[in-house]
């Protein structure tokens, strides 16, 4: 995949060149390189987990600030995890779902529909709720947020209309406004992880979201959005090889990718 440079590896370059500016091209193209083997890890990994057993999935993860996350999955009062595209969040899911919580993601409605059914047969077997993402899936999100549920949203890109424009790495990126919303609207905290790996398994770094308070639900949810992409930011500075983000996020401009 990276020997193609198609266009998926050109702008994973592009990203980390924006991440690390002053990065000279050997260095970047390093790094580049275990970008894309984070990735094919991600999805040997995947496939390979329906047949891990529950004793390997618990112990091939460790976790900082795990309260964030299993005080409320034990008292049943309903969280929210907002993540970036980075390293296995399967994983991270089975894990918590093996812990206790009941979990509710949304899906993105891929082509061809075969691919999509087994991504949400695959999701459901590992104990999530898998919601297609389409007209219905806020309401019933934001209902199961006030249910007691584990919300957990990949949140890194939205280039729609309805994304919040962030200040990220110096730049304009574009981020969806769902975590922030769910969370203010329900009354639940919101906590980001950053999901990493490790040699035998992965790291998922835990960090709570403290949301601004006010009256005005538009300013704090800007507020809260850029708070998140803060942390998503410190995650990847620290393991830029496992964010795997081949898709455009910036909307301010583009660096000049890199050959």
């Known amino acids: 995949m990276y020997g193609k440079n198609g266009k998926s590896v050109a702008r994973l370059r592009s990203n980390l060149a924006r991440v690390f500016p002053t990065m000279g091209s050997h260095e970047l193209e390093n790094l580049v390189r275990r970008g894309v083997l984070s990735y094919m890890r991600y999805w040997m990994e995947t496939f390979r987990s329906p047949d891990w057993s529950r004793e390997r999935i618990l112990s091939t993860v460790t976790v900082s600030n795990e309260h964030l996350l299993m005080d409320p999955i034990m008292n049943k009062t309903g969280v929210v995890v907002s993540l970036p595209h980075a390293g296995n969040w399967d994983h991270a899911g089975s894990y918590f779902c093996s812990r206790g919580a009941q979990l509710v993601t949304v ?32 309401p019933t999100l934001l209902q199961r947020a006030r249910d007691g ?15 919040i424009d962030v ?17 203010i609207r329900a009354g639940i905290p919101l906590v980001t992880a950053f999901v990493s790996y490790t040699e035998s398994g992965i790291h998922v ?3 709570e979201v403290i949301i ?25 500075k620290e393991s830029p090889h496992d964010w795997h983000m081949m898709q455009r996020i910036w909307v301010d401009r583009d660096f000049v990718e890199r050959s």
């Open 149 to 163: 549920k584990l919300i957990a949203l990949v949140a890194d890109r939205d280039l729609s209309a309805s994304g």
């Open 212 to 236: 601004p308070a006010g009256a005005d639900e538009t300013a704090r949810v800007k507020a809260t959005v850029q708070l998140c992409a803060d942390n998503f930011a410190a995650g990847i």
């Open 107 to 138: 899906v993105e409605v891929l082509k061809p529909r075969a691919l999509f059914e087994k991504f949400l047969s695959y999701r459901q077997a590992i104990g999530m709720e898998a919601l297609p993402l389409d007209s219905r899936a806020f």
């Open 167 to 183: 200040v990220f790495f110096g730049g304009i990126a574009r981020m969806p406004a769902g975590p922030a919303i769910v969370a």
């Open 205 to 207: 770094d835990l960090k």
